[in-house]
Each structure stands twice: as C-alpha cells, then as structure tokens.
C-alpha cells in the first residue's frame, strides 16, 4: 500500500515522498525497505537516525525527521491501526470438516467454518461467520454469536451463552464445575452440584488456559469487552464488568464483583463476596481480602492504597539503620545511668532492648 494512501485511511498528516510502498510494519530497530515503524517517544530517536524503515510514524510536534513520516496525535494507537489494515488474520474453509461431530438440532448460520475433530452437542447455535478451530468442544444448548473465533481446543460447556465478537484462545475452559463442596457428617465433601451458567457478553477476548466456572445457581458474566489474559481462573457466581482487564495468573474467588473498567495486574488473588469499584487499579501481586471503592489503587497482600504500601516499603528498607541506630542510644543510655549510679551492670549475654524488640 502507497504511504499516501496509508495516511489518508489512518487520517495522518504526511510528510515526504508519499509514493513510497509500504509491506510491513517493524520494531525500529528490526525495520528495513518497505517497513513502517513508529516512534513512541523522543527516547527511540536514536535509534530512528540508525534505522533502515522506509517511513516512520510520529507524534505531532516531533522534531522534523528525515524519512517519510505519518503525524499523529497518537502514535501506537495509529501504528494498531495499520496493523489492522495490513494484517488481516487467516479465515479456513467455510463449511464443517468431514471428521467433526454434529448432533441432531444443531443450528449453523451462514458462512461458519468448523474445523477437524471438533464436536458441537445437540441444540448448540453459531451465529455467522463465526471460526471453531480444530478439536474444539461445545456442549449442549450452548449458544455462540457472530463473527466469533474459537481456536484449536477450546472447551464450552453445556448452556454456555457467547455474544458477538468474542475470540476464545487454545486450550480455556468456559463453564466448567464451580468449586463448591459441603462439609458432611463424618468430615467427608459432599459435592454442591453446579447448574447455573456462564455468559460472555459482545467483543469479550479470553486468553489461553483460562477457566470460567459456571454458577451453582444463576450465571458467571463477563460484560462487554472485558480483556482475559492466559492462566487467569474465574470462579463460580463472579461478575466481571464492562472494558475490564484482568492480566496472567490472577484468581478471582466466588461471588465476586468487579466493576467497569478495572485493571487487575498479573499474578492478583481476590477472596470471594467482595466488590471491587468501577475505575479501580489492583497491582501485581496484590491479595485483595475486602471491598474496594471505586477508582482506588491499590498494592500489597493484603492489598493497602498504593501510596501506604510505598511508605511501607520505604521503611522496611530503613530497619538495618534504625536498628543500629536503637543501639547506639541504648549503649549510649547505659552508659549515663552508670555514669550516674542509677544503673545495673549488664552482662555480655544478655539480648539488647533493640535486640530482644525484633526476635
């Protein structure tokens, strides 16, 4: 694609020879002839002097540049956009492999493509242009929208409801058995039986390894355009809301509530029945045991306003000097209450005050 004609669909201002075509889109310090690069900072411009890209995206306001170059109030959202105008992901086959598993009743609408060894259970619906990749499972009166995407070995269990838009990576699990057990009479678990659901609202996009729990009673949701990274584990009854990311490793406890447009970090652990507020910022590693109110941001386990838990850290890092330091005025106060005959001799093995303090 011309870069002239680039710039135009991206709605950038160009500067330079705009005849130039562009095939790519490269890291800075990868690109070659051909490639469009950006520049997210006047940090890479180094860089940018040493680099072979044929033309570059930068901020407005940027120093003059001497490659081609697309002005843009923000570079990396511009440079995802091209990704999106020169990339478009690879579409299989439509129709069903010969080697899948259907079952009576199952409804396909038009353009839907489904790959091999996959089984789809009586009464399931696949809206249209939807793509169910190989070896993948939907359970019974499971429902999936439009312009979805499952790859290879994605598991949907039974009565599972996905909207349009949603993209399922390799290997997740939605709508298995939540963990609920009650405690019998000889100490023995009885197991709670789970028959709720779990539901997927539009433009959702789970990552790899997830697990999705279905309700005991009711539904697991997850609102609109809630972003899942891989090896997250969603627990039974959970309510995730709207524009929400939840990043690798995290695991939210049952009954949980999370509002629009939160951010867990990697790595976050949420005990169950507690609401986390709209615009809320929980950081990696951080082990959430209560409620938290909108926009708070928080660090730590357990977790403490951010600000605490730097002060905290601070400090911590302060106890080698403040220990040495209670010595000194205890050495120092032994000395004048000796001066003064006030005091009792001490023997060598006895702990210091300041010793004994962090035993």
């Avoid at 120093?63 to 999106?84: E, G, I, M, W």
């Avoid at 609408?109 to 939907?138: C, F, K, M, N, T």
């Avoid at 080698?320 to 000194?328: V, Y």
Wanted: aromatic fraction near 2%.
């Amino acid at each position: 694609m011309r870069l002239s004609e680039l710039a135009e669909k991206l709605g950038c201002r160009l500067v330079g020879n705009g005849n130039i075509e562009i095939y790519r889109l490269a890291p800075l310090h990868e690109a070659g002839e051909g490639d469009l690069a950006f520049m997210a900072s006047a940090v890479d411009a180094p860089t940018l002097k040493k680099g072979h890209a044929s033309a570059v995206i930068v901020r407005e306001g940027s120093p003059p540049c001497s490659k081609p170059t697309l002005l843009t109030n923000d570079p990396y959202l511009t440079f995802v956009q091209a990704l999106r105008l020169l990339y478009t992901p690879d579409r299989p086959t439509l129709g069903v492999h010969p080697s899948c598993v259907i079952q009576d009743g199952v409804r396909l609408e038009e353009d839907v493509a489904i790959g091999p060894l996959s089984v789809v259970e009586a009464g399931v619906s696949i809206g249209r242009r939807s793509i169910v990749g190989a070896q993948v499972y939907i359970g019974k009166e499971s429902r999936i929208g439009a312009d979805c995407r499952l790859y290879p070995q994605v598991m949907i269990r039974e009565g599972v409801e996905i909207g349009d838009r949603v993209i399922i990576h390799s290997g997740t699990v939605i709508g298995s058995d939540g963990f609920g057990y009650v405690r019998g009479e000889r100490g023995t678990r009885i197991k709670i039986p789970q028959v709720g659901r779990v539901i997927l609202e539009d433009d959702v996009e789970i990552g790899a390894n997830v697990t999705i729990d279905r309700a005991t009673l009711g539904v697991t949701r997850i609102k609109r355009g809630t972003k899942i990274d891989n090896l997250v584990q969603i627990a039974h009854n959970v309510v995730v809301g709207a524009d929400t990311v939840i990043a690798a490793l995290s695991g939210i406890s049952g009954s949980t509530t999370i509002g629009d447009r939160v951010t867990l970090a990697g790595q976050v652990g949420i005990v169950d029945h507690v609401e986390i507020g709209d615009d809320a910022t929980v950081g990696a590693q951080a082990g959430v045991a209560k409620s938290l109110p909108p926009e708070s941001v928080v660090l730590g386990s357990p977790a403490v306003p951010h600000l605490t838990f730097k002060r905290n850290v601070a400090a911590a890092r302060r106890l080698p000097q403040i220990l040495n330091t209670l010595k000194r005025i205890e050495a120092r106060l032994v000395s004048l209450e000796r001066a003064s005959g006030t005091g009792e001799p001490r023997t060598q093995t006895s702990p210091s005050t300041a010793e004994r303090g962090v035993r």
